[in-house]
């Protein structure tokens, strides 16, 4: 797996909320602003860290946390992540995420933003609304349910990177993101839509294994250019909500 190398630079932490404890994996340095970095439906795999680790050296660098929103659980296939998806309590994932900002504020991060993929894109924006502590959110390729989070009420800077091919109607389509784009401009926070043309979903996961595993869901695009499009405008976003170390 590609993190075997790296994995070593993730610290495994316990966070405690209300009479829960999971864990949480932590890379980069100490001090700077803190980003938490919310899994695909996948799960904590290979993939998230990847992002994770590529965060945390953005910039000045960053102090990136992933929580476990699955309590250890990793899908291998398509209908074991759906599976996963579906039994989430996504409420509670809520919790996780704020507790998470909680801990890197109270460790030593002056300021702090939260990211996500795919289920996490969807799960940030829903931090935008409703976690108070959150100071700035970049979501790719998701929206949150309008019974999870309205995102005409966000209190935080929302930036959001959808493809122009993504297929997942209501939730990251190019349908979904204009829809997204008229709630945040009617909440008076500042934000940014971004749309990636000839891009499909999950376009940022660009590791060899991640690739392998989009060609079998029938994902095939490559797009590095606008991969580092995404990434140029994620640094600065948290640049400017978060300042550097």
């Known amino acids: 797996m590609a993190t075997d190398s790296s994995a070593a630079s993730f610290q495994k932490i316990q966070i405690q909320r209300e009479d829960t404890t999971f864990d949480a994996y932590v890379v980069g340095k100490e001090n700077a602003p803190g980003i938490v970095v919310l899994q695909e439906w996948w799960g904590v795999d290979y993939e998230i860290k990847n992002h994770a680790i590529h965060i945390s050296q953005l910039g000045g660098g960053y102090r990136a946390l992933i929580p476990d929103l699955y309590r250890g659980k990793v899908a291998l296939d ?78 935080a800077p929302i930036q959001a990177h959808f493809g122009e091919h993504d297929s997942f109607v209501g939730f990251s389509d190019v349908t979904a993101a204009k829809s997204l784009e008229e709630k945040l401009k009617s909440s008076g926070i500042p934000y940014e839509v971004h749309i990636y043309p000839g891009c499909s979903h999950a376009f940022m996961n660009t590791s060899p294994e991640a690739l392998k595993r989009k060609k079998g869901m029938g994902l095939t695009d490559e797009n590095q250019e606008a991969v580092d499009l995404a990434w140029s405008r994620f640094s600065s976003w948290m640049g400017r909500f978060l300042g550097s170390a």
């Open 78 to 155: 398509v209908a074991e992540a759906q599976h996963l998806m579906e039994g989430l309590d996504w409420q509670g994932a809520v919790k996780d995420i704020q507790a998470s900002v909680k801990w890197l504020k109270s460790n030593g991060s002056p300021k702090v933003g939260v990211t996500g993929y795919c289920m996490g894109g969807a799960l940030s924006i829903a931090s935008g609304v409703l976690v108070p502590e959150v100071d700035a959110v970049v979501a790719f390729y998701g929206t949150p349910s309008s019974e999870l989070a309205d995102p005409s009420k966000a209190k």
